[in-house]
């Protein structure tokens, strides 16, 4: 029985050694509640923090957790019972890898920053604002408030004093580092160095195998459910419809903040749910296709390639404005900063025989510019690896 209890005794020190060594653990901002900052569900947003050191005690990279959208009452009630929906069901502890990494071997430039990731419990790209709850579904669609919450709490805990930060994301939470970017440049101090980051969030405007826009259609729900329209930036907002303000190619053009863009001209993401959406492929002629593009015909090759020419159009704004940074590779992957594989990896994605740590890195202290397109082709970059799943 003695040998029994030391063992479990060293497998418990293990287990905390293992999850000092590399997990952050999660902060419940509970003060925000009163404030009606809150999660689908009402409960307290929250987010991981790793402190910053040494040369890195005055920066700060706050990284918005991706997730998807919810539409309408029934997609955000599904989502209310999970993580997505409520802080009841996050993973207590988080591993940050990649662009959130604490090694100085795999993120040089950002290692010893204060690192924050930033939960998503409000299925709106942190947008919504809606004041009334509806007693019969109890749903709280809050998401602006959670981010300014968050960035205040953030303030106040130290970044109020930030000499360079970045606000970033990953897929929905790219398109928030985006949609709230030159709002947070106007929160920290002016002397300050901010830029912000995108990876995966640069959803376009795209016509879908019928011809038509299921995406617009989508964004137009989303909006209107959250009442995300006074959240959107009023540059992009004063000229046209509050849905068309969730894509970027139209949010872009009027940014003030340095913006870099991390993307894959073949997002999977968005090969499935914007060019071959399910409730527009009735036939599912695209369902193996969409997933594998080895399963395409040479018609539907075709189609593919005709994507990235939507998306090289809706880049327009991006490469060419020196400021910003462009690091566009032909993978069929979504979210490429989030694991330190492919964020610096040597057999992660590169462009113009750059990784991504080097070319975000480069850009953001203006150690050199990069805006780089990838070869035309979905097979034609053999750094490409298997697709993320970080979203």
């Known amino acids: 029985m003695g040998r029994l209890k030391q063992c479990w005794s060293s497998l418990l020190v293990l287990a905390v050694v ?26 307290a947003p929250a987010y991981h923090f790793d402190k910053g050191f040494g040369s890195g005690v005055n920066n700060w990279i706050v990284h918005m957790e991706g997730g998807g959208w919810c539409t309408d009452v029934a997609s955000c009630i599904e989502r209310k ?39 998503y419990c409000d299925g709106s790209s942190f947008t919504g604002n809606v004041a009334a709850v509806n007693p019969a579904n109890k749903l709280f669609f809050r998401g602006a408030r959670v981010w300014r919450a968050v960035v205040d709490d953030l303030m ?21 580092a985006i949609l709230h970017c030159d709002t ?18 640069y959803f376009i405007h ?21 009442g995300s329209a006074k959240s959107l930036p009023i540059s992009c907002t004063s000229k046209m419809k509050p849905e068309l303000c969730f894509f970027p190619q139209y949010v872009v053009p009027f940014m003030r903040t340095p913006l870099f863009v991390i993307n894959a001209a073949f997002d999977s993401w968005q090969i499935k749910n914007v060019l071959a959406p399910t409730a527009v492929d009735k036939s599912k002629e695209w369902k193996n296709c969409k997933l594998d593009l080895k399963k395409c015909s040479a018609a539907q090759l075709k189609t593919v ?29 979504h979210c490429q900063g989030g694991s330190a594989a492919s964020w610096s990896g040597v057999k992660g994605p590169q462009v113009a025989n750059t990784r991504i740590a080097k070319a975000v890195g480069n850009w953001f202290y203006g ?4 805006q780089k397109i990838d070869c035309p082709s979905p097979t034609c970059n053999p750094t490409c690896p298997a697709i993320s799943t970080e979203d």
């Open 367 to 370: 150690r050199s510019a990069f």
């Open 18 to 43: 293992v999850i000092g060594a590399g997990a952050v653990p999660i902060t419940y901002l509970q003060s925000a509640v009163a404030k009606g900052a809150v999660c689908l569900d009402g409960s």
């Open 305 to 333: 390639q005709g994507f990235r020419d939507q998306m090289m159009r809706a880049l327009s704004p991006v490469h060419s404005t020196p400021s910003r940074g462009l690091f566009l590779d032909s993978c069929h992957a």
């Open 156 to 176: 106040a805990k130290g970044m109020k004093n930030a000499q360079n930060a970045i606000l970033s994301g990953c897929s929905a939470g790219a398109l928030a």
């Open 206 to 226: 795209g016509k879908d195998i019928s011809g038509g826009s299921y995406i617009q259609s989508y964004y137009s729900k989303v909006v209107a459910l959250h």
């Open 184 to 201: 947070f440049r106007a929160i920290l101090p002016r002397t300050a160095r901010v830029k912000c980051v995108s990876d995966a969030g």
């Open 81 to 119: 019972g999970t993580m997505k929906g409520s802080s009841k069901f996050m993973n207590k502890d988080f591993g940050f890898s990649g662009i959130l990494g604490g090694k100085q071997s795999t993120n040089p430039d950002f290692y010893n920053w204060n690192r924050i990731k930033v939960r």
